[in-house]
């Protein structure tokens, strides 16, 4: 197995060995001298170190083979942290009107915030974490935990590249998708938030009281019956008041 060449499914992929990228931002690299994969990931980034592709790969010293953003490469162990710093409050008074103007896909370090009760500290845009505390409080009081979140926002130069490895089916054309304005979240691909299950159908049913909404168009099944090839059980969006 060549390392950069695996098909994960999610952010985390089941990689527990957490680090977040430094002001200092970092590119991650298809091999330690090779082309760059992604170079705009901000700030506070969560990144998971990946041993067994850092073996299979050829172990460098001061590089991991990681996975970040739902892509996997070499990073400098320099730049990476084991906390993140990020704000946890929208204390800049970011509006969702002020994001929107700022082009898809290039949100800076200063228009998001971590997810105070997410352990990987995932960004999302600012002024979308009151109302999705709000949703985490009542799907708390149903379920007596955390929402989990395996991602949310998203830079164009990630999109680019799940774009071009994953296909139209599974992410959205670059520049248009909402988690390029940090006001989406993907929940995890799990039995629980798939869509027979009971995380999805309660968020389907209940996220939109906290302006936060599942799309109709990523249902399982399209108005004329038949399966959506575009169905995402796991997608969510902040669409404000
Ligand atoms: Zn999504």
Same mark, same amino acid.
């Given at each position: ?49 990946? %041993? ?44 969702? &009107? ?28 600012? %002024? ?29 130069? &990630? ?9 139209? $089916? ?28 009971? $995380? $999805? ?41």
């Amino acid at each position: 197995m060549i390392p950069g060449t695996v098909h994960y499914t999610s952010n985390r992929a089941g990689l527990t060995d957490r680090y977040w990228t430094t002001p200092s931002l970092t590119p991650l690299l298809v091999s330690v001298a090779g082309a760059v994969r992604i170079s705009d990931v901000p700030a506070n980034s969560v990144v998971y170190r990946d %041993p067994v592709n850092e073996k299979l790969g050829g172990e460098v010293p001061g590089w991991f083979f990681v996975r970040t953003q739902g892509a996997s490469g070499w990073m400098e162990a320099s730049v990476l942290a084991r906390t993140s710093t990020a704000r946890t409050s929208n204390t800049l008074g970011w509006t969702r &009107t002020l994001i929107l103007s700022v082009p898809n896909g290039t949100l800076a370090a200063k228009h998001l915030v971590a997810i105070p009760w997410d352990p990987e500290k995932t960004l999302i845009a600012a %002024p979308a974490l009151a109302d999705l505390t709000r949703l985490n409080n009542a799907f708390k009081v149903k379920f007596a935990k955390n929402l989990d979140v395996d991602l949310a926002n998203r830079t164009l130069g &990630t999109q680019r590249y799940l774009y071009e490895d994953l296909g139209p $089916y599974i992410a959205a054309k670059p520049g248009t998708s909402n988690h390029g304005w940090g006001m989406a979240i993907d929940v995890p691909e799990t039995f629980e938030y798939s869509f027979d299950g009971a $995380y $999805y159908k309660w968020l389907k049913a209940n996220s939109y009281k906290c302006n936060w909404i599942h799309r109709t168009n990523l249902e399982q099944y399209r108005a004329d019956g038949s399966l959506n090839p575009y169905a995402e059980s796991w997608h969510f969006e902040y669409v404000g008041k």
